[in-house]
């Protein structure tokens, strides 16, 4: 019955489609592998900010925690206090500053914009203020060249537990450019820079790189497998035909044997 000819084509043409199906299974699967491979990124090369990220536009995922240097000096007097910040898994305080990026003639079409400034952490309140009062007595304008690494900003929070309302918990670019006394409404870069070095007074603030998150995707891979069955019952449809057909013909040479004797 198999070596008849209509069951060969039909043979053939569910080996076709198995072949599809298999194929379909095969590009399932190297989806699933792709999205499992971690793509190396560049953040530990230390790049100009200008290169990374521009003012005013949105932020990209690709900037996210880049090592980044840039010309500009600090606004001595925009500091402002972060509490409920972690440090090596001790709450303590950040000091923000308010940092101008560039100078006119420098050549970098991006020089006054505004970005924020993480300038170092401390346990104690009293500490992070004694520091504020510090760089707000420093010089204006006092070019320096900032590096450290750029995160983006974060959403504002109003502190609970009845505390002072006002206070920040978070660094939102949106809240702090509402406190620079010496922001004139120029461009502001959508993040914050984790300063490399800690202001006098204060300790470093733990920077690690991100982590590259890499894993598998089951459901491409509950596809492929899908496809494999299909595969598999195609060429199983076509067996099933084909014994079905043989036990009719089996049937029927029964019967005639029976009407003859």
Known sequence: MMLRPRWILALLLALAVAAGFAALGRWQLER?????????????????????VTPGGAPRDAATGQLVTVDGSYVPGDEQLISDRSNDGTSGYWVVSHFIVGAAGSGNSSAGASIAVARGWAREEATARATMEGLASAPANQVVTLAGRL???????????????????????????????????????????????????????????????????WLNIFYAIEWVVFAGFAVFLWYRLVRDAWEREEELREEAAISAG
């Open 151 to 217: 995160l983006p900003t974060e959403a504002p929070v109003v502190p609970a537990d009845g505390r002072d309302p006002h206070s920040m918990t978070t660094v939102s670019t949106a809240a702090l450019i509402n406190l620079w006394a010496g922001f004139d409404g120029t461009a502001v870069y959508p993040g914050y820079i984790v300063d490399g070095t800690a202001a006098s007074g204060l300790t470093g603030i733990d920077s690690p790189a991100p982590l590259t998150d890499a894993s598998l995707n």
């Open 32 to 52: 699933a592998v792709a999205s499992g491979v971690v793509v190396e990124k560049s953040t530990e090369t230390v790049k100009p900010l200008f290169d990374v």
